[in-house]
Every structure is written in structure tokens, then in C-alpha cells.
């Protein structure tokens, strides 16, 4: 996985709540088990008609928005667990999601491949959609050392929260195999210590 540390970038918003994972990436579009690919199915209903046409009045389909940050309403990545949804998010280009509320499972997907979810209050996340669509030039600023969220050019900063293992391992691009053979010279020094003979 690619390293995480801070990230600026305009956002795409999509002011929907609830959207399950059904809506990131369609049942039909998961019969592949190599995670490349996904991307261009990413919001696939929503983003094309059913001639395959994209609907200009979504948001991926907009030159007016655009950048690796995703900002979504409350509760991103309810229904069903599949993984393909982060990585159809990644695929496509996303390193975070923001949002006031995620999906436990969701989240833990996300983390795994990569994908930072971003959880903010409420009014922190009407501050993102307000000064978004008055200026979609506007950057938030995600630090995840200190892990800070900001709107760039404006008072608004907020904390995060993000368990200390993901966090570790988000930093330095880490899966958990990543991990474990990072300690791999640990693990043998352990292992010389205390095997009798």
C-alpha cells in the first residue's frame, strides 16, 4: 500500500446519506478477485444511464469537481460487507473518505487497502459542503500525524480518530502481512530465545 502521511486535495462531495456499499459497486460488478479494475465501475448506477451513458448531473461526471478526497453524508458504507467497495474506491483514485458517520465494516475495509476514512462532527461536515460548492477550488488539509482535518484558508480544524495499529500501519504503507514481516527479525530473535532443544 502507498505510504500516508499528509494529504491537501480538493473533494468531490456527494450530499447523500446512507450510501451502502451496493451503490459504491454493484453486486454484478464482483466477480473478479484481483482488486484492479474496479474503479470504472465505481457509483456505477448512479454515474451512468442504462445505455451506458454518463448522467451529467453526477457529481464523477462533473468537470466542476474533482481530487483524491470523497467527502459523503452520515453512515458511508452501510449494507453488505464486500471489500470491493474500498477498493473501487481506491481504484478510481480516492485516498480518503470523509464523512460524520461509517459503517464499522466499511471502515475496517477501508484501513486494509489503504483508504483513510475520515470520521468529522456533524457541523464540521456542513463547514466541508458549504465552502465546497462556494469554491470547488477549496482544499482540505488531512494530517494524519497529528490527526488533524482542515479546510484550507479558513478557522475550521478538527481532530480524528484512528486506531494506533491502522494509524502505524497507514504511515508506513502497511497491510498486515506488510506488518508482520516487518518484525520478521524480531520474531527469529524471539523464537532463538525461548525454542528448547
Known sequence: MEK???????????????????QI???????????????ENLFRDWRFDEQGNPKPDFVLNS???????????????????????????????????VSSYFADIFKGNALNNGLLPVQVSPEFLKEIFK??????????????????ISISETEFSEQFEINSYKKMCMLNGYDDIDFLLSKKADIEAFEKQHIEF
Open 4 to 22: 500516508f502521511g499528509i494529504l491537501e486535495s480538493t473533494v468531490v462531495p456527494i450530499k447523500v446519506k446512507d450510501i451502502d456499499t451496493d
Open 25 to 39: 459497486i454493484p453486486a454484478r460488478f464482483l466477480k473478479a478477485t484481483s482488486r484492479e479494475g474496479f474503479g
Open 63 to 97: 468537470a466542476r469537481y474533482s481530487g483524491s478526497i470523497l467527502v459523503a453524508d452520515e453512515n458511508f458504507g452501510c449494507g453488505s460487507s464486500r471489500e470491493h467497495a474500498a477498493w473501487a474506491l481506491v481504484d478510481y483514485g480516492f485516498r480518503a473518505v
Open 131 to 148: 465552502h465546497t460548492e462556494e469554491n470547488p477550488q477549496q482544499y482540505l488539509l488531512i494530517n494524519l500525524p497529528d490527526q488533524t
